[in-house]
């Protein structure tokens, strides 16, 4: 690619700037601009109709400045405005904003569509960069200067007529367009001289929107832009700084975040970056950025799905799967790692009965913002042993720990074969086919315990009888003694030669609530080449449970092992 094309960002000179260790601990003014800024880089603007479920949405969320429109621009822009006012839909605690170039009829025009609000905040703005002033306005500092300073006395004289004869509350906005690009001393000189024009107080502050208009820098570097304005602004009590961030370096949010911790006292974004190019500062990330530090951002994301919905059904823009906090597998794992980390974890949390969220690779409660816990781990061929327990416990079963390599190789198998992610369904029914279809060849066709008390000895035995078929030979009477069921039933099966199959560890656990629930028993047995194997074995009698699940191991094992079609016992 060719070199020396391009201008590099010239810094601003702070060695003694402050922003570096301090941390944003409160929320900001916030503004959306999703009416404006984001409909105005839609491929198809959004109708009537969209404008207001996204206006309201915004009001659910908790936005109480919103920047609905550029009313002198167009009619439609112009109409949504209108129908906000005279439809009633504005709260009373919620001001309205309207974006305006620093020209004549456009403000004039601007003032008409603005009768009959409540609050509103009037934004005008002319670009003050050092290109825009070569390149499209041809004009020097001073002409770019009376450009704003006529615009603010004219907004400020109709203000005041507007004031003084209807109940409307009226606030000033100036933006330097292309601040980034903007000599610092201009824009701090410019700023004040729209100030003054303004008659701004501490009492009355006017909104000086500091705009990274083309991202041109890291974003420690409009940070210092910020602080030096911040310090060098004479009147800064009488001003709020606001910033409105662009993503064309990808750094929106690390540059509003820094620029808030420069000084900024304001936000100016869009629900998930939508926006001109690669669009706005995402509010959404910004403000769960600060809920996951403990700061109360203000804004209610407590259902971002419907959020999403509502976004990607009025923009038609698509929120990526990978968009922090609200894509569809952000708080998903395919990782075998991250699958056991974030399983332990829950665990931790579960057993400690803790009350601060210490789960792993996930940066927030997937709660907190309405989100499911069944969709964290899901199954590809990178899925690791602890995944495919993990799903299995949407169904009720709790793999024992020593069991999860050996089915997360039978699921690892099937994803590579499909070539493509495993559905939880598929994964309970690859459990099924592999352990409670197993049905031959060894069966047990009758059984029965009793106990007995044998002399000299304090503890009961446990005594088995019952027949057992190999294939369709002949049922054959087995019996064994053991210290309980289990060991009754493996002393039985020794005498028709399978003790080479030793029994090695059993769990079980219940696997629906109530007097009518069943029981599944985890088998662990090695085969006779030392390999761990297992099954399981599903009843109502936890003692037959035990033993169809020994049967089940003991069938695994075998070359000719048979399988049946059966239903499963439970689905989602």
């Not at 094309?5 to 000179?13: D, G, I, R």
């Amino acid at each position: 690619m060719k070199t020396n094309k391009y201008f590099p960002f010239t810094p601003v000179n702070i060695p003694d700037r402050t922003w570096p260790s301090k941390t944003i601990e409160k929320a900001p003014v916030w503004c959306s601009v999703d009416l404006r800024d984001g409909n105005q880089a839609l491929i198809d603007p959004m109708n009537l109709e969209e404008k207001l479920e996204m206006f309201q949405t915004l009001l659910d969320i908790g936005v109480k400045e919103i920047e609905v429109g550029f009313p002198s621009a167009s009619e439609t822009e112009y109409e949504i405005l209108r129908t906000l006012i005279e439809g009633g839909y504005i709260p009373d605690d919620v001001t309205v904003q309207v974006l305006v170039q620093s020209r004549e009829h456009l403000i004039k025009k601007t003032f008409e569509a603005v009768r009959g609000a409540k609050n509103v905040i009037i934004h005008f703005y002319n670009s003050t960069s050092t290109l825009q002033r070569k390149v499209v306005f041809k004009k020097d500092m001073d002409g770019i200067t009376d450009i704003a300073v006529t615009g603010a006395r004219l907004i400020k004289k109709l203000s005041d007529e507007l004031m003084e004869t209807s109940d409307i509350h009226i606030r000033y906005e100036y933006s330097p367009e292309s601040y980034t690009g903007t000599e610092p001393d201009f824009a701090v000189e410019i700023c004040e001289k729209v100030l003054e024009e303004l008659g701004a107080t501490p009492e009355n502050p006017v909104i000086l929107n500091l705009p990274s208009t083309v991202e041109g820098s890291t974003p420690n570097g409009y940070a210092d832009q910020i602080e030096y304005f911040c310090r060098h602004l004479k009147s800064r009590e009488s001003a709020i700084i606001s910033l409105h961030p662009h993503n064309d370096r990808g750094t929106a949010v690390a540059a509003a975040e820094l620029g808030l911790l420069a000084g900024a006292d304001r936000i100016e974004g869009t629900l998930f970056g939508n926006g001109e190019r690669t669009g706005n500062v995402d509010i959404v990330t910004l403000a769960l950025n600060m809920y996951t530090q403990n700061v109360d951002s203000k804004l209610d994301f407590s259902n971002i799905n419907k959020i999403k919905d509502v976004y990607e059904r009025n923009t038609k823009m698509k929120v990526s799967p990978r968009h922090p906090y609200a894509g569809e597998l952000v708080f998903t794992a395919f990782s075998g790692s991250h699958q056991d980390a974030i399983n332990k974890g829950k665990a931790y949390m579960e057993e400690t009965h803790s009350d601060r969220w210490e789960v792993p690779y996930l940066p927030i409660d997937p709660a907190d913002v309405g989100r499911e816990y069944e969709p964290i781990i899901r199954i590809n061929s990178q899925s690791g042993k602890g995944g495919a327990a993990f799903v299995m416990q949407e169904f009720g079963f709790k793999m024992p720990k020593a069991m999860h390599p050996e089915f997360g190789a039978v699921v690892q198998a099937a994803c590579e074969k499909k070539g493509k992610e495993l559905k939880s369904q598929e994964v309970f029914d690859l459990f099924i086919e592999e352990y409670r279809n197993v049905c031959g060849p060894y069966k047990l066709l009758n059984h029965k315990f009793s106990e007995e008390k044998e002399e000299n000895e304090e503890l009961t035995k446990v005594h088995f009888t019952g027949e057992i078929k190999y294939k369709d030979n002949a049922p054959v009477r087995i019996e064994g003694t053991g210290n309980g069921p289990i060991g009754a039933f493996c002393q039985a099966m020794n005498t028709i030669g399978l003790q080479d199959y030793p029994f090695i560890d059993y769990s079980e656990h219940a696997i629906a609530a109530g007097s009518d629930s069943k029981a599944v028993s985890y088998i662990h047995i090695k085969d006779p080449a030392g390999k761990d194997v297992f099954g399981i074995g599903i009843s109502h009698n936890i003692n037959y449970a035990s033993l169809k699940g020994i049967l089940c191991a003991i069938n695994r094992c075998q070359p000719d092992c048979e399988r049946a079609e059966q239903p499963p016992i439970f689905t989602k």
